[in-house]
């Protein structure tokens, strides 16, 4: 009598999992468009379809040619500008997720192999029949979130677009082209002063202060913000400020000690300012960290 054949188990340990889905939509921008710095709480991608663009993400600055894509973690400040003659066509979406992938995809841009655009021209095919069948498509709209209408009413729909996604990150992971940050005189002075607010964001640096540090006169140092930043230094320094605060408050530091280490006037105005940036109170982020 032959032996029963012994089946072996083996454990699909996932990577990474999109648990939430913010915005997804495709825009025509005219070259020069500027795009006013910003960050929040959950992951953002920019994939460039046609023509060329400038992004930043924190200190780093990347030229973004066709078939690029740029991931921002989540309380990343990041911009773009368009920079190609005939405006830029480009693929923006927003989520959460989690796995031991996300830290890989963080502060990353890649360059997209001829499968890897596939990927995603097959989940814009998938969206745009969706669309069709529900009327709703409107190929001018910039709406943030006219893609994700369906997830009301489709669970189906809403892991098919999530399923996508993974599928392009984690290929990704597998054979990603990483693209250096441009080594331009202004993006270089970018960095130097994005660094050197991060050493003194217990402080308040003065605009000279920087300047000097970044061997670029005041003029220069306040351009540069405007172009990479989308924002001036103080409100810069503030968003580094509201960064460091939400990693406190998750390490399990109080409001008040965040306040006071990050030279805040007052814990009023630091919840106030807290609440503007993130949405949240930090009461309730620290709420959230300890459970």
């Known amino acids: 009598m032959e032996s029963p054949m012994v089946w072996l188990a083996y454990s699909v340990r996932e990577q990474i999992r999109i648990t939430d889905m913010y915005s997804l939509f495709e825009a ?43 991931f921002h973690r989540p309380l990343e400040l990041h911009k773009f500008i368009v920079n190609g003659p005939r405006g830029a066509d ?17 502060e990353k841009v890649f360059q997209l192999s001829r499968a890897q655009q ?15 069948e529900s009327g709703s498509r ?20 809403s892991q098919m677009l999530a399923t996508y996604l993974q599928q392009l990150m984690l290929s990704l992971a597998e054979a990603g082209a990483v693209s250096s940050a441009s080594s331009a005189p202004d993006a270089v002075a970018f960095r130097r002063a994005i660094s050197y607010l991060n050493s003194n964001v217990h402080a308040q640096p ?28 103080h409100k810069y320094l503030l968003k580094l400020k509201i960064k460091a605060a939400a990693e406190l408050l998750q390490g399990g530091e109080s409001v008040t000690s965040v306040a006071e ?14 609440k503007r940036e993130t949405g949240l109170m930090p009461s309730s982020l620290k709420a959230i960290s300890a459970q």
């Open 28 to 70: 025509h921008y005219e070259n020069g468009y500027a795009f006013p710095g910003e960050s929040h709480n959950f992951w953002e991608c920019l994939y460039v379809m046609e023509g060329d663009v400038c992004a930043s993400g924190d200190e780093r600055v990347y030229n973004l040619p066709r078939g690029s894509i740029i």
């Open 90 to 106: 480009l693929l923006i979406f927003s989520f959460a997720a989690e796995g031991p992938l996300t830290s890989y995809l963080a």
């Open 118 to 132: 596939d990927i995603i021209a097959a989940m814009l095919s998938f969206i745009h029949a969706k669309a069709e």
């Open 138 to 157: 409107n190929p001018d709209a910039h709406s943030a979130q006219s893609y994700l209408e369906p997830f009301l009413t489709s669970p189906v729909y």
């Open 261 to 274: 280490q990050l030279g805040f006037n007052s814990q009023a105005y630091f919840s106030r300012a807290f």
């Open 206 to 233: 003065s605009v000279p202060e920087i300047a000097r540090y970044c061997n670029v006169s005041e003029a220069s140092i306040k351009r540069i913000f405007d172009k990479y930043a989308g924002m001036g230094i």
